[in-house]
């Protein structure tokens, strides 16, 4: 990106990793109560928005005199300030405790402890289906197979809704056992899966008819660029005359990685892209390489690719060198920048947003594709045989 981010530093989802310390300030909330016949009520909430610390101080004094409860101090204070920072009102921005944390970041590099497998939530039927297990993984090695449904972990339900829930729950202590209930089909089953420490593969390539190269990038993690251009090199050293860059259902990672991939394509000096912040004027990221990449590309999109996808998207098609087939991405144009505290947490928050080389909006727009492709209806990317995606079938042909 950037030559002052070109460090070792992890910069996750379009940001940077800082170390600060913050001090919230909590509002003051003044309560009294009347006791009369029938009990307590409460008559009166007044607020001195002036100093919210006061808040805090006042609440804790009170609930210590009169909850009859255990109180856990560390929870409600963790919970105090997810609070705060929820008020924002933004989806992206919110405060990481120091547990969630640690687990943030080893999901940023790509490498974790649990079963190993590319999960989605089907909408249609609000079910957790596997879109893949990773390769040589324990998930690969138990026999789960992409479109099988997940419907209990450890013999408690989930349903696609609590995707997350269901994700944090198959991680663990590595060595320990997980139980997943399987739908295939119409058979159900329990598979009993061990935890290892998980080596992500972000990038997958093999050589399609007609000498056409592909390659899925599943996410931009830390890594994803030099993985894309080690194996682009696999498939050069094979002749390819073509590639097919699937984008399809990538939701991002780091921003650097979708810029130091654009840079293999894009001739030196033009731009990739284009950021603003509150404070400064706008920012240009131009290609600092000579082009390596000078085959015909066509770049697969669907409404799941977004953030960092919708970056590298943007770039090849702005600077015509990539066709776009399928359909508009989601549309997610704005910067987080996570903030490291000294006490382990972490603040995410929303610092910038960035336009497309041509200085177009793609927060909340998305970017339209070329030639626009939809799945056969009732089809999706994780159920789907290769000679019925329609999407990667239209790609084929315009390399042809």
Not at 6 to 23: E, G, H, N, R, W
Not at 46 to 61: A, E, M
Not at 269 to 288: P, Q, Y
Request: hydrophobic content about 35%; proline content about 2%; cysteine-free.
């Amino acid at each position: 990106m950037k030559s002052d981010k070109k460090q070792s530093i992890y910069k996750i989802i379009m940001l940077v990793v800082l170390t600060a310390l913050i001090t919230f300030m909590i509002t003051s909330i003044f309560m009294y109560k009347l006791v009369g016949e029938g009990g307590v009520r409460y008559v009166g909430i007044s607020t001195d928005t002036s100093s919210l610390s006061k808040t805090i101080n006042y609440l804790k004094s009170f609930i210590e005199e009169h909850y009859i409860g255990e109180i856990d101090e560390e929870q409600m204070i963790q919970t105090a300030i997810k609070g705060y920072v929820a008020g924002l009102g933004d989806e992206y921005s919110e405060y990481i405790s120091p547990d969630e944390m640690k687990e943030y970041m080893e999901d940023t590099i790509g490498k974790y402890v649990g079963i190993g497998v590319y999960i989605t939530n089907n909408t249609q039927t609000n079910q957790i289906v596997i879109l893949m297990p990773i390769e040589q993984s324990p998930a690969e090695e138990a026999g789960l197979k992409a479109g099988d449904v997940i419907t209990k972990v450890d013999g408690v339900e989930y349903t696609g809704e609590q995707l997350d829930e269901a994700s944090d729950k198959m991680k663990g202590e590595e060595g320990t056992k997980v139980t997943l209930t399987i739908l295939r089909g119409e058979e159900t089953f329990d598979v009993e899966v061990e935890r290892r420490t998980v080596q992500v593969n972000h990038v997958e390539a093999r050589i399609l008819e007609n000498q056409i190269g592909y390659m899925q990038i599943a996410s931009f993690d830390d890594g994803t660029a030099q993985e894309f251009e080690e194996k682009y090199q696999e498939l050069q050293n094979q002749n390819v005359k073509s590639l097919i860059i699937d984008l399809r259902n990538n939701g991002g990672g780091i921003v650097d990685e979708a810029v130091d991939i654009a840079d293999l394509m894009i001739e030196k000096g033009k731009t990739i892209l284009i950021t603003k912040s509150k404070s400064a004027e706008e920012e240009e990221t131009k290609a600092e390489k000579d082009r390596s990449i000078t085959i015909p590309v066509v770049v697969l999109v669907n409404e799941y690719s977004a953030s960092a996808s919708e970056i590298l998207a943007a770039a090849l098609k702005e600077n015509d060198n990539a066709t776009l087939v399928g359909q508009k991405t989601y549309g997610k144009g704005v910067i987080q920048t996570v903030y490291s505290m000294s006490d382990g947490s972490g603040l995410k928050l929303t610092t910038e947003e960035y336009f497309t080389p041509n200085h177009n909006k793609i927060h909340e727009v998305g970017i339209t594709p070329d030639v626009e492709v939809t799945l056969p209806e009732g089809k999706t990317l994780y159920d789907i045989e290769e000679s019925e995606d329609t999407q990667l079938q239209k790609a084929i042909e315009l390399l042809k």
